[in-house]
T-cell receptor, first 113, second 114 residues
Framework: NAGVTQTPKFQVLKTGQSMTLQCAQDMNHEYMSWYRQDPGMGLRLIHYSVGAGITDQGEVPNGYNVSRSTTEDFPLRLLSAAPSQTSVYFC????????????FGPGTRLTVL | DQQVKQNSPSLSVQEGRISILNCDYTNSMFDYFLWYKKYPAEGPTFLISISSIKDKNEDGRFTVFLNKSAKHLSLHIVPSQPGDSAVYFCAASLLPYNAGKSTFGDGTTLTVKP
């Protein structure tokens, strides 16, 4: 069991570039979420999904898109990167209706110049 | 308006003593509370949780207390060990027993000195 995997680990972008952060889980979890963590702050919810084909916005969704075509994968797309999106991004999954905690990936550290 | 607050950014304790980490929340609709531990350059890992229908939950050296009237929860670690040094996040969910859409506090950095 790999758990929750994220790629890449590190990324540097220029303002205006686009990219996709990948997230995959092999635990057959219903729910998946994307968070960002800025220095000295907690995790803030960007988008989440309660199942394949169903997504919704979290607290800080602007500038990000998501889709969920399979149970396993939940990519996060940055449409036009801005310096304010410099952060560490964490993907998480949880059992959903069956309850319980979230399992987090190792994170992607993104710098936008 | 921050709905989950951890007012102490840092805490330092001696090995073997008790560590008490605190968390306050403002939304009375929160139903499920969790503590996560995070080491540098890693993702958070789950530590312990408590449902709003309980006031205490224990797991080994870790105990979480919930005071709903005060909208306050605390994490007790007894005895503290150097390996417990990490950032601890309090999280709250509106869903019963389901952390899928949680609101996090800003974290408390715990340092346990040998």
């Amino acid at each position: 069991n790999a758990g929750v995997t994220q790629t890449p680990k590190f990324q540097v972008l220029k303002t205006g570039q686009s990219m996709t952060l990948q997230c995959a889980q092999d635990m057959n979890h219903e729910y998946m979420s994307w968070y960002r963590q800025d220095p000295g702050m907690g995790l803030r919810l960007i988008h989440y999904s309660v199942g394949a084909g169903i997504t919704d916005q979290g607290e800080v969704p602007n500038g990000y898109n998501v889709s969920r075509s399979t149970t396993e994968d939940f990519p996060l797309r940055l449409l036009s990167a801005a310096p304010s999106q410099t952060s560490v991004y964490f993907c998480a999954s949880s059992r959903g209706q069956a309850g319980g905690e979230q399992f987090f990936g190792p994170g992607t550290r993104l710098t936008v110049l | 308006d921050q709905q989950v607050k951890q007012n102490s950014p840092s805490l330092s304790v001696q090995e073997g003593r008790i560590s008490i980490l605190n968390c306050d929340y403002t939304n009375s609709m929160f139903d499920y509370f969790l503590w996560y531990k995070k080491y540098p350059a890693e993702g958070p890992t789950f530590l312990i949780s408590i449902s709003s229908i309980k006031d205490k939950n224990e797991d080994g050296r870790f105990t979480v207390f919930l005071n709903k009237s005060a909208k306050h929860l605390s994490l007790h670690i007894v005895p503290s060990q150097p390996g417990d040094s990490a950032v601890y996040f309090c999280a709250a969910s509106l869903l019963p027993y389901n952390a899928g859409k949680s609101t996090f506090g800003d974290g408390t950095t715990l340092t346990v000195k040998p």
